[in-house]
């Protein structure tokens, strides 16, 4: 078989697309979730917004019944773009709620 190796403009195309598509992921790669945290099945880039979006039309009863299954504090992370922070977080605990808005207010300000 005939072998040509790639022009040198393919190889500069292949890495500027490769390095372009590496910010993007280190720009909406979603926030770490501790493994500990109950919630869906989290991907690599997209996090659990799969699923949220397979039962977006039923979503307040999908929260009710993963709170019944994951017990009262549960989430996962989700892609780090406008409207979404990162990371979805379901808290039912008072008190759990309090800390977590304490800390978020404290980094805000």
Same mark, same amino acid.
């Given at each position: 078989?005939?072998?040509?190796?790639?022009?040198?403009?393919?190889?500069?195309?292949?890495?500027?697309?490769?390095?372009?598509?590496?910010?993007?992921?280190?720009k909406? #790669?979603?926030?770490?979730?501790?493994?500990?945290l109950?919630?869906p099945?989290?991907?690599?880039?997209?996090?659990?917004?799969?699923y949220?979006?397979?039962? %977006?039309?039923?979503w307040?009863?999908?929260?009710v019944?993963?709170? #019944?299954k994951?017990?009262r504090? %549960?989430?996962?992370?989700?892609?780090n773009?406008r409207?979404?922070n990162?990371?979805?977080?379901f808290v039912?605990?008072?008190?759990?709620? #309090?800390?977590?808005f304490?800390?978020v207010?404290?980094?805000? %300000?």
């Amino acid at each position: 078989p005939n072998y040509y190796p790639p022009s040198p403009s393919t190889a500069i195309l292949c890495f500027v697309t490769s390095f372009a598509l590496c910010i993007v992921y280190c720009k909406i #790669k979603p926030l770490p979730v501790p493994k500990s945290l109950p919630g869906p099945t989290s991907y690599p880039l997209i996090g659990i917004l799969k699923y949220m979006i397979d039962h %977006w039309e039923d979503w307040p009863e999908e929260c009710v019944r993963l709170s #019944k299954k994951y017990g009262r504090t %549960w989430g996962g992370g989700v892609p780090n773009v406008r409207g979404l922070n990162g990371m979805f977080l379901f808290v039912v605990d008072e008190k759990c709620g #309090k800390e977590i808005f304490s800390l978020v207010v404290n980094i805000v %300000w």
